[in-house]
């Protein structure tokens, strides 16, 4: 019995190569293709966290997230995504792995980014409450419980606000801007939207897609599909190993994402909304600066030849029109290529 057990462990361990990831366990795309005696254990909570080269900090990190979860009393799972380390990470993952039944682990074969790796980490997840941190240890496990607490209000997303930063100057002063932009362009009352402790329930972490640099609008795609997303104050450390992976170079992407989340989220199903809209007004301003020059023409008071106004106003027409035709070619595509369905259903009574 005990040597039956022990190939299973082997056999649950092994490395699979798939899709451009290595695995220790046997996370994908579908519940279905676990280990039928993994996929059926019932778990109260998994912790996802994406890594990079963050060595130093994993037996740290996954001994306090072990004493803080053992005292919560609940069934849970670690899942470190190791997004193409180039140090010993994963090796020390392996080690961890085979201490704890709970570490499972995802090794990209490259460095695809935090959303790849959250997404990842979000369809491995065999907890009814998902919880994400990074792997720097900046974020607290001991905040978890009240970040569940806050959860069970009736919240599907609790954000971690990291009220007093650890960081340097350089980092967070381009992250309050970024985050009141966010907040105003959004419509979206949160402090720190790019925080990476966040509590989710399970129905909403599968439900996300996130890729390129999104991960930083989680609150916000979350949001604009009807789940209830809060925030509450959490502790921030200094960091203790290595240096931060992010440069000012991410605060550009972020804005360039930002109008991709708002067109993606608002226009995509209804792009003629958007273009449809400026194209009207353009059309008009054009319309009625050439009805003014024209009757002041037919009056005899002006030469319209001299007049550059008329020929903006021509420009103004024309932009409107093709604004429109814009809008409604992109309404005839997403009428044929529609693949994804519209909206999240929260539940069904039958």
């Keep these: 019995m005990a040597n039956r057990a022990h190939t299973h462990r082997q056999r649950v361990a092994r490395k699979r190569k798939t899709d451009g990831v290595q695995l220790l366990h046997e996370p994908s795309q579908h519940p279905s293709d676990f280990p039928k005696e993994l996929d059926e254990e019932h778990l109260d909570l998994s912790v996802v966290v994406p890594l990079f080269n963050e060595a130093e900090?994993?037996?740290?990190?996954?001994?306090?997230?072990?004493?803080?979860?053992?005292?919560?009393?609940?069934?849970?799972?670690?899942?470190?995504?190791?997004?193409?380390?180039?140090?010993?990470?994963?090796?020390?993952?392996?080690?961890?792995?085979?201490?704890?039944?709970?570490?499972?682990?995802?090794?990209?074969?490259?460095?695809?980014?935090?959303?790849?790796?959250?997404?990842?980490?979000?369809?491995?997840?065999?907890?009814?409450?998902?919880?994400?941190?990074?792997?720097?240890?900046?974020?607290?496990?001991?905040?978890?419980?009240?970040?569940?607490?806050?959860?069970?209000?009736?919240?599907?997303?609790?954000?971690?606000?990291?009220?007093?930063?650890?960081?340097?100057?350089?980092?967070?002063?381009?992250?309050?801007?970024?985050?009141?932009?966010?907040?105003?362009?959004?419509?979206?009352?949160?402090?720190?939207?790019?925080?990476?402790?966040?509590?989710?329930?399970?129905?909403?972490?599968?439900?996300?897609?996130?890729?390129?640099?999104?991960?930083?609008?989680?609150?916000?795609?979350?949001?604009?599909?009807?789940?209830?997303?809060g925030e509450i104050a959490v502790r921030h450390h200094p960091r203790k190993y290595g240096k931060t992976k992010f440069g000012l170079g991410r605060f550009w992407k972020g804005f360039l994402d930002l109008l991709t989340v708002l067109f993606t989220t608002r226009y995509i199903q209804r792009p003629l909304h958007l273009f449809g809209v400026w194209g009207l007004v353009s059309f008009l301003v054009g319309l009625v600066i050439d009805v003014y020059l024209s009757i002041e023409w037919l009056l005899g008071r002006t030469a319209i030849s001299n007049r550059p106004l008329f020929l903006l106003g021509i420009a103004l027409i024309i932009v409107g029109v093709q604004f429109v035709s814009f809008g409604l070619l992109g309404e005839m595509i997403t009428k044929t290529q529609q693949t994804s369905r519209e909206y999240a259903i929260r539940e069904i009574l039958q």
């Design 57 to 229: 900090s994993l037996a740290e990190l996954s001994a306090a997230l072990r004493q803080v979860l053992e005292e919560m009393k609940l069934k849970y799972e670690m899942i470190f995504v190791d997004d193409g380390s180039t140090d010993n990470s994963f090796r020390i993952l392996q080690e961890m792995h085979e201490l704890h039944g709970q570490v499972k682990a995802i090794r990209f074969r490259k460095n695809f980014g935090k959303s790849a790796a959250l997404s990842a980490g979000f369809q491995a997840a065999r907890g009814e409450i998902v919880v994400t941190m990074d792997a720097d240890l900046q974020d607290d496990p001991e905040e978890i419980p009240q970040l569940v607490e806050k959860l069970n209000e009736g919240y599907d997303l609790v954000s971690g606000w990291k009220k007093k930063r650890y960081d340097p100057l350089s980092k967070t002063i381009p992250s309050r801007f970024f985050n009141f932009v966010t907040a105003k362009l959004t419509g979206i009352r949160l402090h720190d939207f790019n925080c990476g402790l966040k509590v989710y329930r399970a129905e909403l972490a599968k439900e996300l897609n996130i890729y390129g640099e999104l991960h930083r609008y989680v609150p916000v795609l979350a949001h604009w599909a009807g789940f209830q997303v």
